[in-house]
């Protein structure tokens, strides 16, 4: 499908009916599957054919919705797992292990920040937390020799930072460390981090990709363009032979593909958090619609951030999409037709004006989700990251006062209408 553009890519990518058979991406409900002969399926355990056996391991209604993101972000090889948290896990546990370190951006989602810094701790692995704009000489000073990779966001949520790559993406491969970006927010359709030398690249397909908040799931994609061969000692997984298979070297056997299929036969074989052949259903349904939804999300969130900016109780508003936002220079330059369609923003009056007003909300409902269909808001200091201290809310780029509002699809008059009636009560 590489030749086709992404809105056509969304439908079309993913499962290839050859004749007589369903159009529609079938769910392949089926834990198992059959074989003739005994060594035909020790093949597959071996590793030495590919085809499915369990769906702990792989699942064609799977492989099919890893397909079409992997043809969507211009990658190589992908995984669906069963969140995005769990997505985050592997592609950092897959090349990290006790006695490892990696570097982390301090913005960065509430359970992902959770993850990598006090479960994560708990494996004996070390972590470094950054703030992204740091220079990039005091990004080069924080790599040690046990690094193995470099974790942020495109855009985080939800403080809406842009990232930016190229620092990243150098100070990194000077130092022969991949580079991981979490791509939920601006999804493939405005942001394609491997053009700008991202290695691999995560999503929690919960959010925009799924789009209609019906079903919880994850995505790793690798790019394949990262040389693990070239550093045998930092990346022995992936680089040597690994004795829970035979004595298979990932890199070597798989080259391109090595790295994910490290993490489904190894991680998931272990770990299993595999996405239900079901939900992967729903999600390559959303998938279907995330060019033309993407496309409004971001025009009614650009329009309801000019509003937000002109009324008289907001202090203040932030959406990288605003002309005079500290985020707008770096989103033109990496996602050009687009970020995303959440904003943030702070009320005068503080922490109990912006309770009342989110409580005098009609159409714009309190929930915990982000980038579906539906216009949402949330107050992170008081839901998503009540866990952080004050000190680290600040680190992680949330304001106590921020109010994170996933613009919907809905029209655009009624989400500003429902905004003006909150406003007056
Ligand atoms: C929601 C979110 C996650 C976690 O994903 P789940 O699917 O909820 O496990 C990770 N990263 C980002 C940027 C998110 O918004």
């Known amino acids: 499908m590489s030749n086709y553009k992404l809105e056509t890519k969304c ?15 079938p769910i392949y409900q089926s834990t198992t599957f059959k074989y003739d002969t005994s060594d035909q399926m020790g093949a597959l355990f071996d590793l030495e054919e590919s085809g499915y056996f369990y769906t702990r391991l792989a699942n064609p209604t799977n492989d099919c ?12 090889a992908a ?12 592609a950092v546990f897959n090349i990290a292990e006790a006695g490892d370190h990696i570097i982390i951006s301090s913005q960065l989602y509430g359970g992902t920040f959770n ?11 070390e972590t470094t937390v950054i703030d992204p704009d740091i220079d990039i000489d005091e990004l080069r000073k924080c790599f040690k020799p046990n690094t193995k990779c470099v974790l942020a966001e495109s855009i985080s949520n939800p403080s809406l930072h842009v990232l930016d790559f190229d620092k990243f993406v150098t100070a990194a491969h ?55 061969m070239k550093y045998p000692d930092k ?16 890199a070597e056997k798989f080259g391109k593909a090595g790295y994910i299929t490290k993490a489904t036969t190894t991680l998931m074989r272990d770990l299993g958090s595999i996405q239900s052949p079901q939900n992967a259903f729903y999600l390559n349904i959303g998938l279907e619609t995330l060019a033309l939804r993407m496309e409004r999300h971001c025009s009614n969130a650009l329009a309801v951030a000019k509003w937000l900016k002109a009324n008289e109780n907001v202090a203040w508003v932030n959406y990288p999409g605003l002309e005079d936002d500290e985020n707008h220079e770096k989103a033109m330059k990496y996602m050009p037709k687009g970020t995303c369609g959440v904003i943030t923003f702070g009320i005068k009056g503080g922490r109990e004006a912006s309770v009342k007003f989110m409580d005098s909300l009609k159409l714009i409902a309190i929930v915990t989700h982000v980038a579906d269909a539906r216009s949402c808001v949330l107050h992170p200091a008081s839901h998503t990251h009540r866990q952080m201290t004050d000190e680290q809310l600040i680190e992680a780029g949330v304001k106590p006062d921020l109010i994170r509002f996933s613009v919907g699809i809905e029209n655009v008059e009624d989400i500003i209408d429902d905004l003006k009636q909150a406003f007056n009560q």
């Open 174 to 228: 000077e130092a022969g460390v991949p580079v991981i970006v979490d791509n939920t927010f601006p999804t493939p359709i405005n942001c394609r981090p491997f053009e700008y030398g991202v290695d691999i690249v995560t999503h929690s397909t919960t959010k925009y990709m799924d789009g209609h908040a019906t079903a919880v799931g994850g995505c790793i994609v690798d790019s394949g363009n990262f040389d693990w």
């Open 235 to 250: 990346f022995p997984g992936l680089c040597k032979p690994d004795e829970s298979y035979h004595g298979v070297v990932f």
């Open 79 to 90: 995984m669906l797992t069963s969140s995005g948290q769990a997505a985050n896990f592997y």
């Open 65 to 76: 919705v890893a397909n079409k993101i992997c043809d969507l972000e211009g990658g190589y």
């Open 11 to 25: 439908i079309q990518s993913g499962w290839q009916p050859s004749t007589g058979e369903a159009r529609v991406l």
């Open 115 to 125: 993850l990598l810094t006090t479960t994560i701790a708990k494996m004996g692995i």
